[in-house]
Antibody, heavy 121, light 110 residues
Framework: EVQLVETGGGLVQPGKSLKLTCATS????????MHWVRQSPEKQLEWVAQ??????????YYAESVKGRFTISRDDSKSSVYLQMNSLKEEDTAIYYC????????????WGQGTLVTVSS | DIVLTQSPALAVSLGQRATISCKTN??????????MHWYQQKPGQQPKLLIY???NLASGIPARFSGRGSGTDFTLTIDPVEADDTATYYC?????????FGGGTKLELK
């Protein structure tokens, strides 16, 4: 059974940092293309970042709204993907989901349960 | 960015057909495939894939759900609607980065 479990969310002040972790199981993680997708309090879904597999040189891509502030990474030995979030803004407040994308087509068949990040002073 | 537009809400009666639309401001077709996908989200849950590449039913999804369309106009149909189908439905394109979602259509029962 495919499982994705996000941790690391919480309340953080604007300008601070937070690191999310997504631990996975039930599939060959090293071949997977992984993504972070967030959902705002208004329920809008927004793709945040993507990291491809080692065979694709671990290529990464970001939404413009987070480029330069967020970094996606992975550890294939731990079947985990991470999202380092720096210089957080109030508009980054959202539920952050880890998802597995279908390589090359990027639909999201598997989602974690999400972790809530609240940016507020 | 490719913008996806959905109507905010739709009300249908049990047993009737629900048709949810998604329009894009750019063509999402590529080499014979439409890079459009549909998700269902119930309150407090993560989104769930229903349809991929415009018309392909995801694993475990009942045949009451179907998708069609090409280019810039897509529809998700639920026929017949059951009580458990009350949820918000989102479309998503993967033709061009950044991958984008529609604003969601909330399906309610009359």
């Amino acid at each position: 059974e495919v499982q994705l479990v996000e941790t690391g969310g919480g309340l953080v002040q604007p300008g601070k940092s937070l690191k999310l972790t997504c631990a996975t199981s039930g599939f060959t993680f090293s071949n997977a293309w992984m993504h972070w997708v967030r959902q705002s309090p208004e329920k809008q879904l927004e793709w945040v970042a993507q990291i491809k597999a080692k065979s694709n040189n671990y290529a990464t891509y970001y939404a413009e709204s987070v480029k330069g502030r967020f970094t996606i990474s992975r550890d294939d030995s731990k079947s985990s993907v991470y999202l380092q979030m720096n210089s957080l803004k109030e508009e980054d407040t959202a539920i952050y989901y880890c998802t597995r994308g279908y390589p090359g087509i990027d639909w999201f068949a598997y989602w974690g349960q999400g972790t809530l990040v609240t940016v507020s002073s | 960015d490719i913008v996806l537009t959905q109507s905010p809400a739709l009300a249908v009666s049990l047993g009737q057909r629900a048709t949810i639309s998604c329009k894009t401001n750019q063509n999402v077709d590529y080499y014979g495939n439409s890079y459009m996908h549909w998700y269902q989200q119930k309150p407090g849950q993560q989104p769930k894939l229903l349809i991929y590449l415009a018309s392909n039913l995801a694993s475990g999804i009942p045949a009451r759900f179907s998708g069609r369309g090409s280019g810039t106009d897509f529809t998700l149909t639920i026929d017949p609607v059951e009580a458990d189908d009350t949820a918000t439905y989102y479309c998503q394109q993967s033709r061009n980065l950044p991958w984008t979602f529609g604003g969601g259509t909330k399906l309610e029962l009359k």
